[in-house]
């Protein structure tokens, strides 16, 4: 299993990432997929979700309405289209998948908001 995050960087305040994630080595279209980010020093926190079957979505209170988790299931690819950008959301962004009972993560990339 490999999964490999892109598309981060710096923006200003307000605008817009779209972070991408690349995966392999599992049946990709059956497994629930998520983007959680962590700043130094604090947990990581799980950002978005979106199931495999399906395809339903769940986010973080502090992301709603200006983040947008989708999937391309015959690229097995994972998005995050990340609008309206605040300085708070400055974190590495990791994607995730747990699969036949073991959990798998991304390197991560980083996203930086200035204010």
């Known amino acids: 299993v490999q999964l490999v995050e892109s598309g981060g960087g710096l923006v200003q305040a307000g605008g817009s990432l779209r972070l991408s994630c690349a995966a392999s080595g599992f049946t990709f279209s059956s497994y629930g997929m998520m983007w959680y980010r962590q700043t130094p020093g604090k947990v990581r926190e799980l950002v978005a979700r979106?199931?495999?079957?399906?395809?339903?979505?769940n986010y973080a209170d502090s992301v709603k309405g200006r983040f947008t988790v989708s999937r391309d299931n015959a690229k097995n690819a994972v998005s995050l289209q990340m609008n309206s950008l605040k300085p708070e959301d400055t974190a590495v962004y990791y994607c995730?998948?747990?699969?036949?009972?073991?959990?798998?993560w991304g390197p991560g990339t980083q996203v930086t908001v200035s204010s």
């Open positions: 995730y998948a747990y699969i036949r009972g073991s959990d798998y």
């Open positions: 979106i199931f495999g079957v399906g395809g339903s979505t």
